[in-house]
């Protein structure tokens, strides 16, 4: 199973705390972890699926995969910028959504119209599932597989 987390390239200390959490459960699901590669959600959930042991996809928006963050096991290049958001949500087989704004915002609705779970996490209120509990939100994430 692959699990995409979407969210903020930036994130507060407590966002950033609580990614990693979700991401160490990802890895524990057992779920091979998609992100877009960079800073912030997507580090702290990279680092924490890494630290239990997981395997990182970063799918990164540069032809660098040195612009993936430190917990990348495996960097995808595009050269495509954002538009490579399309290609996070596509590779799971559901969709994470933590904090994060407009870009995170587009990433579900490509989830929602693609026809993938989604779950929020401290993110947009709007019609998908959403907590502000890890541990609800994995309740929800094990009800759907």
Same mark, same amino acid.
């Given at each position: 199973?692959?699990?995409?987390?979407?969210?903020?390239?930036?994130?507060?200390?407590?966002?950033?705390?609580?990614?990693?959490?979700?991401?160490?459960?990802?890895?524990?699901?057992?779920?091979?972890?998609?992100?877009?590669?960079?800073?912030?959600?997507?580090?702290?959930?990279?680092?924490?699926?890494?630290?239990?042991?997981?395997?990182?996809?970063?799918?990164?928006?540069?032809?660098?995969?040195?612009?993936?963050?430190?917990?990348?096991?495996?960097?995808? %290049?595009?050269?495509?910028?954002?538009?490579?958001?399309?290609?996070?949500?596509?590779?799971?087989?559901?969709?994470?959504?933590?904090?994060?704004?407009?870009?995170?915002?587009?990433?579900?609705?490509?989830?929602?119209?693609?026809?993938?779970?989604?779950?929020?996490?401290?993110?947009?209120?709007?019609?998908?599932?959403?907590?502000?509990? %890890?541990?609800?939100?994995?309740?929800?994430?094990?009800?759907?597989?």
């Amino acid at each position: 199973m692959y699990v995409s987390v979407v969210g903020g390239q930036q994130c507060s200390p407590e966002i950033y705390s609580e990614a990693v959490e979700i991401g160490r459960r990802i890895a524990r699901l057992p779920a091979v972890l998609v992100t877009g590669g960079l800073g912030g959600v997507m580090e702290a959930a990279s680092r924490g699926a890494r630290e239990a042991g997981g395997i990182t996809i970063g799918i990164v928006p540069s032809e660098n995969r040195a612009d993936g963050n430190p917990y990348i096991e495996h960097a995808i %290049v595009t050269g495509i910028g954002q538009a490579r958001n399309a290609l996070v949500v596509l590779n799971g087989d559901l969709v994470v959504a933590i904090d994060g704004r407009h870009g995170t915002l587009s990433e579900i609705a490509m989830a929602v119209k693609y026809g993938k779970p989604v779950f929020g996490y401290k993110s947009w209120d709007i019609d998908i599932p959403s907590f502000d509990d %890890v541990d609800m939100l994995f309740r929800a994430i094990r009800e759907q597989l």
